[in-house]
T-cell receptor, first 117, second 113 residues
Framework: GAGVSQTPSNKVTEKGKYVELRCDPI?????LYWYRQSLGQGPEFLIY????????DSGLPNDRFFAVRPEGSVSTLKIQRTERGDSAVYLC???????????????FGPGTRLTVL | SQQGEEDPQALSIQEGENATMNCSYK?????LQWYRQNSGRGLVHLIL?????REKHSGRLRVTLDTSKKSSSLLITASRAADTASYFC?????????????FGKGTHLIIQP
């Protein structure tokens, strides 16, 4: 079946502009995650959704970053007043959300490479 | 912030040799996972080891966990050129079934043909 998809694959913008990054999770996965990865670093957790609600947004760096998942499927990460330091690859992942002690493997998308000039 | 720290940062070995990577972490965990990332397939989950396990195998992969030392190792046996990638350890933020992950900085592994 189809994996996690992200659009656009590349986004170049100017400092101060607003950008939206989209994630389509695997069908049936109720949990969705956003990470960002800077060059030479591991992915950094941003936010995680259970259905439509943000279950953990502790990784969002500041109030310029916001994410939504209005229908519990597609999610959009929104960055206002972009800064050069926001340049990174933004990764989305999804998983089932079994309860209890079961671990739910996260499946990652290919990422969106954001460059802020 | 990064929870895990892998070492070495980079490793180059000959095809057929074994590769060992280590990871140290800071806080208590319920499980620790290893991921592989390369340009062809993106970030892929390899193996998970729970905090009450000491060793786990999956094909050519062997993972150990020492919770007293807050460390884990990943061994890849009989390496192949296709194993060239970056390898990351990751721990769950809260230990639930669906959980944000904290990754280390990774080990870049190069397999020389």
């Amino acid at each position: 079946g189809a994996g996690v998809s992200q659009t656009p694959s590349n986004k170049v913008t100017e400092k101060g502009k607003y950008v939206e990054l989209r994630c389509d999770p695997i069908s049936g996965h109720t949990a969705l995650y956003w990470y960002r990865q800077s060059l030479g670093q591991g992915p950094e957790f941003l936010i995680y959704f259970q259905g439509t609600g943000a279950a953990d947004d502790s990784g969002l760096p500041n109030d310029r970053f916001f994410a939504v998942r209005p229908e519990g499927s597609v999610s959009t990460l929104k960055i206002q007043r972009t800064e050069r330091g926001d340049s990174a690859v933004y990764l989305c992942a999804s998983s089932l959300a079994l309860t209890g002690d079961s671990y739910n493997e996260q499946f990652f998308g290919p990422g969106t490479r954001l460059t802020v000039l | 912030s990064q929870q895990g720290e892998e070492d070495p940062q980079a490793l180059s070995i000959q095809e057929g040799e074994n590769a060992t990577m280590n990871c140290s972490y800071k806080t208590s965990i319920n499980n620790l996972q290893w991921y592989r990332q390369n340009s062809g397939r993106g970030l892929v989950h390899l193996i998970l080891i729970r905090s009450n396990e000491r060793e786990k195998h999956s094909g050519r992969l062997r993972v150990t966990l020492d919770t007293s030392k807050k460390s884990s190792s990943l061994l890849i046996t009989a390496s192949r050129a296709a194993d060239t990638a970056s390898y990351f350890c990751a721990t769950g933020n809260s230990g639930g079934g669906a959980d944000g992950l904290t990754f280390g900085k990774g080990t870049h592994l190069i397999i020389q043909p």
